[in-house]
């Protein structure tokens, strides 16, 4: 089998006349992997990303109204149907939350210190959402710092699980869902963002940081992945 797929790539690569010193083209190489993937039973995980009562509250009408108008109006509903409906399909959810390790969080990293950013631990704070709450025996994986692989044993947990496509929602954006998804690009996991269920500060940030990290991810709406997790 290896030699006979070593052999069809060779003549294919033959009859482009290919040149060892020219630039590739990755928009025209021959690449047998792709990310639009079919979503397969024991494979895939949606990674719920800061949807918790320190960061979704209803105090961010007033302080983030933009942000908070889009997490009520499409973030939140997208994502309990994604919830919905990886659970119908007994596919694993794991939620990020962003909650200090010690009392006075010191284990935070220094960016997490320099910003103020941080929640005690077992604060009501550091809770997911209560219109997202995690079911019996979902991960729920506290962080402290803007990247899910850095300071959680995410990576460990994907592995042991037996986890491929990791689909992302949740906020910001243009952070930690940022952080998420190319992180676990780099790790060997087929990311996909399910953009219209993570929200960042602005509609504007949001769209920026959705071009920024297109090329690590396939992009899809909730619909998309509803519709591959019913098609399978």
Same mark, same amino acid.
Do not use: W
């Given at each position: 089998?290896? =030699?006979?797929?070593?052999?069809?790539?060779?003549?294919?690569?033959?009859?482009?006349?290919?040149?060892? $010193?020219?630039?590739?083209?990755?928009?025209? +190489?021959?690449? #047998?992997?792709?990310?639009?993937? #079919?979503?397969?039973?024991?494979?895939?995980?949606?990674?719920?990303? %800061? $949807?918790?009562?320190?960061?979704?509250?209803?105090?961010? !009408?007033?302080?983030?109204?933009?942000?908070?108008? !889009?997490?009520?109006?499409?973030?939140?509903? /997208?994502? @309990?149907?994604?919830?919905?409906?990886?659970? +119908?399909?007994?596919?694993?959810?794991?939620?990020?939350?962003?909650?200090?390790?010690?009392?006075?969080?010191?284990?935070?990293?220094?960016?997490? &210190?320099?910003?103020?950013?941080?929640?005690?631990?077992?604060?009501?704070?550091?809770?997911?959402?209560?219109?997202?709450?995690?079911?019996?025996?979902?991960?729920?994986?506290?962080?402290?710092?803007?990247?899910?692989?850095?300071?959680?044993?995410?990576?460990?947990?994907?592995? /042991?699980?037996?986890?491929? %496509?990791?689909?992302?929602?949740?906020?910001?954006? %243009?952070?930690?869902?940022?952080?998420?998804? &190319?992180? =676990? @690009? *780099?790790?060997?996991?087929?990311?996909?963002?399910?953009?219209?269920?993570?929200? @960042?500060?602005?509609?504007?940030?949001?769209?920026? !940081?959705?071009?920024?990290?297109?090329?690590?991810?396939? $992009?899809?709406?909730? @619909? *998309?992945?509803?519709?591959?997790?019913?098609?399978?």
């Amino acid at each position: 089998m290896i =030699g006979d797929r070593y052999f069809i790539l060779s003549s294919a690569l033959a009859q482009q006349n290919f040149d060892a $010193m020219a630039p590739t083209n990755p928009l025209t +190489s021959i690449n #047998p992997l792709t990310r639009d993937r #079919p979503i397969t039973a024991g494979k895939a995980a949606l990674l719920v990303v %800061d $949807m918790q009562n320190g960061t979704c509250g209803p105090e961010e !009408a007033a302080r983030r109204p933009e942000f908070h108008s !889009a997490l009520t109006s499409r973030v939140i509903p /997208n994502i @309990a149907q994604l919830l919905r409906t990886f659970r +119908s399909a007994r596919l694993e959810v794991i939620y990020t939350v962003i909650e200090n390790l010690t009392a006075d969080g010191r284990d935070r990293s220094l960016d997490y &210190k320099l910003s103020s950013m941080g929640f005690p631990m077992g604060s009501p704070e550091a809770q997911v959402t209560p219109a997202l709450a995690p079911q019996k025996d979902e991960l729920v994986l506290p962080k402290s710092s803007s990247s899910v692989f850095n300071s959680t044993t995410l990576d460990y947990l994907l592995r /042991n699980i037996g986890i491929q %496509d990791v689909f992302v929602a949740g906020c910001l954006t %243009d952070q930690c869902i940022d952080h998420a998804v &190319k992180d =676990g @690009a *780099d790790r060997g996991f087929y990311m996909t963002c399910v953009h219209d269920a993570c929200a @960042a500060e602005t509609e504007a940030r949001h769209q920026a !940081a959705l071009a920024c990290f297109n090329g690590y991810c396939r $992009m899809l709406r909730t @619909a *998309d992945v509803v519709g591959l997790i019913t098609a399978g």
